[in-house]
């Protein structure tokens, strides 16, 4: 336990790797901090939630309508006019007339904005999902990645999957609870997207910077010969691949600490930690989020987050293994970077007729850069719904094999 210490030692007192983490966990706050200018309006759903529940059901949007229709009728006294919207006002408002209305006047009218807009996007949900035909989607993929042959049947299958789970969704009326407006906010994106990239990137680079570091230091330091020819010897570097394990772990942990406990402090997510992923409101661009399993926003979260977790130790293991085979932490690290950007993209290589183009996708930089569509049934030509486990399957089972080779030929080779 002591030389494992001491080996998580040689990290933490690194002032490159501290000054890294400092720095990324200032940038994640700053990125978050300046993106709030909207948390406010935010808050307009927790209390939509509190009054009407969760479920959008017809009772409670007709309730939600009536009041909003109280409220009309407040701004046409307010206004002495007849508006039958808030947008009416909004469009004939004139620069000059806004000096007419009080702050409390101005957030009465932006609250019944919001509230207009969030029942608009309620009352259309049933029409949108009606016009999906995800049959017809799964055609438009097909023709856009100029599809043939097999991989063109295999998606197509797959996708015919996903109507199945789409009409059981919208029969279970997952995607009717309230959620924050995609179009108007994109808060999916925004947290899944911008700020776990920021996470994942960040995490990469401190452990493979960590891990180089933990593996090569008796190399760089010219103190090789000496450390592996003790009792202890060349079984030293199963304490350094826990050490590194261990100090990566820590890294992922706090760097999540800092940038998530910030992200939820600025944005009140307390009342949409039940609505399913799936709902409505969540959709951001051309089609909507399909999660193939109903999961609230807050299981979604904790499976991404596992997801992060499980896939950056494994990099840590990658890492161990070039680390061990060229015994220079610079190399090891450009390696790394090397191997990261071709497995990224090495479905591009393959021909667009063959499942070979799926097959490859199953990689750990594919399923880090596409984590927002974690789960969910629309991601392109990574909507598998193995898709997660499997990749996490078969690179462990990887990583363990490569590792375990790279380290007996350290035990075996000669060391100069």
């Known amino acids: 336990m002591l030389i494992i210490l001491n080996e998580c030692k040689k990290a933490l007192t690194s002032p490159i790797l501290i000054g890294l983490f400092i720095v990324f966990s200032a940038f994640n706050v700053f990125v978050i901090i300046s993106s709030s200018d909207h ?3 935010l808050k307009m759903l927790n209390e939509i939630i509190d009054q009407y529940g969760r479920d959008i059901t017809d009772n409670s949007l007709n309730r939600f309508e009536s009041d909003i229709q109280i409220d009309l009728a407040k701004l046409n006294r307010m206004t002495a006019s007849e508006f039958t919207s808030v947008y009416d006002f909004l469009d004939e408002l004139r620069f000059e007339d806004q000096v007419k209305y009080s702050d409390e006047q101005w957030l009465f009218i932006h609250r019944l904005q919001l509230n207009e807009m969030y029942l608009n996007m309620a009352k259309s949900i049933d029409e949108s999902y009606e016009a999906m035909d995800i049959k017809k989607t799964g055609e438009a993929e097909i023709e856009k990645y100029f599809l043939s042959g097999n991989a063109a049947e295999t998606l197509l299958n797959e996708y015919e999957k996903l109507s199945e789970r789409f009409e059981e969704m919208v029969n279970n009326g997952e995607h009717k609870q309230w959620f924050f407006a995609g179009k108007a906010y994109f ?3 925004f947290l899944f997207k911008t700020v776990f990239l920021h996470i994942i990137i960040e995490s990469l680079l401190l452990i493979v910077l960590t891990t180089a570091l933990i593996t090569t230091y008796e190399f760089e330091s010219k103190t090789h010969l000496v450390a592996y020819s003790t009792k202890r010897g060349r079984k030293l570097m199963k304490d ?3 050490a590194s394990l261990a100090i990566a772990a820590t890294i992922i942990v706090f760097l999540f600490a800092i940038t998530l406990g910030t992200f939820f402090s600025v944005f009140d997510y307390s009342h949409v930690w039940k609505t399913s992923i799936s709902n409505a409101f969540n959709w951001e661009y051309n089609f909507p989020y399909v999660a193939w399993w109903d999961l609230s926003v807050g299981t979604f979260l904790t499976g991404v987050i596992a997801i992060v977790f499980i896939v950056l130790l494994l990099f840590v293991g990658l890492t161990f293994a070039i680390s061990i085979a060229v015994k220079n ?3 090891s690290f450009f390696l790394i970077a090397a191997v990261f950007v071709l497995l990224w993209l090495l479905p591009s290589f393959m021909p667009t007729s063959s499942t070979l183009l799926f097959v490859f996708a199953y ?5 880090l850069l ?3 569509y974690s789960f969910m049934g629309s991601s392109g030509l990574i909507l598998f719904e193995n898709f997660e486990w499997m990749t996490m ?4 089972i990887i990583t363990i094999v490569v590792g375990f080779m ?3 030929r350290f035990l075996k080779i000669d060391i100069h």
């Open 363 to 367: 990689t750990l930089p594919t399923l």
């Open 370 to 372: 596409a984590i927002r």
């Open 406 to 408: 790279s380290y007996k």
């Open 39 to 41: 948390k406010e309006e």
């Open 187 to 189: 808060m999916h994106s």
């Open 393 to 396: 399957s078969c690179w462990t």
């Open 240 to 242: 350094k691949l826990l």
């Open 329 to 331: 932490s610079y190399i």
